[in-house]
């Protein structure tokens, strides 16, 4: 499998695509005055304490407050909080104390940042957790004498000079001892760096902020699999090949500067591609079509056949369509960044069989995906229920806000409906006011209604009240929107 990472810079906004065989996969959006906070490190103040949550509001600088749970926060020799039991927060923290923070959860819609008290530092090949005595091993290494090496060295090295604990990336899979302990050294000095600058700041203030979009990328996506990284920004491309050269050296040769004419995202159609991930309809090749509905509470994905009749039975029919619809939603979860509960409802399969190979399709495509999955079961009503880890917005909320129109209903009341709103207010205000004259504000559509359709109840009503109806169209207001003026 052939894989590009494609960088777009401008000053206001970064951008990354993951391209596998010429298909856009994921897309990261940054932009200049909304960097995402994951991995950055403060000096925070406890603002609030909250018993009856288990929680506090910290103060680190942010418009909102962020969130610290108490099982969130380190114990000396505790790690970060796992196997214990959750001791009071009022035992843990205090009102106007000081407190050393990370953020592990973008702030989302109207909550605040969520906060861990367990600093986790990343590089290359390692994450480094000051203070916990433990080291993990990518599960993604799965041969048990490589895992062993690497568990060896690294415990060797916490013996010696660097005590802390290591989580083993997928990246570390044949890497030398030596890379290893200089990958060690430089996490240790990040984190002396960072127990200075805590000494010396004043809360709230940022203590350690994570790397830029492009340098993360090239951190946490570059695999043997990616076969060229296109920058098309002269100045983040030799930034990029610096950063290569001192801590990814196997990649520095396959970063390339795109000077071309013709915008890079536009290489593999990946422009249209994002806006193709905005629609609620996602059509498949074969002329069946998802519908993707992303709500507050949960995303729906409903597969339907469309034009797809197939070449021999219904059965089959259905089978080849959700076979389908099991690639594609994987590839929509990754572009869109679709997190939290998922809903999958595929066409109803009556074979067992069938049933089981959709299902190991959508495991075995979902496996590609960075963000942890975890498909629950499939419900009695033949639903298949799943959850993706989110850690920053979806791509809908960055690049788009609700309707200001419809409130993001997603539909409008129709004129029909209004201007039966509209005879019931007029009713309502005549027998409250004595008024000579009633003027109607309302859109065109509504006021076109009134004028023709409804024409003979406007004459009924205004005999029934005794009084005129006037009509203004008004170019500003929505079709829901009306005023009913006392003359």
Known sequence: MSSEILINMTPNESRVALVENGVLQEVYIERTAKRGLVGNVYKGKVSRVLPGMQAAFIDIGLERAAFLHASDIKIDGNGNGENRKVESINSLVSEGQDICVQVVKDPLGTKGARLTTQVSIPSRFLVFMPGVEHIGISQKIEEADERDRLRNKLEELAIDDYAGGYIVRTAAEGISEQEIQADVEYLHRMWMAIGEKMSSEQSPSMIHGDLPLAMRMMRDLVSPEIEKIRIDSKETFERAAKFA???????ADRIEYYPGERPIFDLYSVEDEIHKALEKRADLKSGGYLIIDQTEAMTTIDVNTGGFVGHRNLDETIFKTNLEASVAIARQLRLRNLGGIIILDFIDMQDE?????????????LDKDHAKCHISQVSALGLVEMTRKRTRESLEHIL???????????SLRTAETVCYEIFREIIREARQYDAQTFLVMASQSVVDRLLDEESTSVAELEDFIGKPIKLQAESLYSQENYDVVLM
């Not at 069989?353 to 495509?365: S, T």
């Not at 788009?400 to 129109?405: A, D, F, I, L, R």
């Open 245 to 251: 050269r001192k801590f990814i050296p196997e990649v």
């Open 353 to 365: 069989e069938h049933k089981r190979q959709v299902l190991r399709a959508l495991e075995k495509h």
């Open 400 to 410: 788009c806000e609700g309707c200001p129109t419809c409130g993001g209903r997603g």
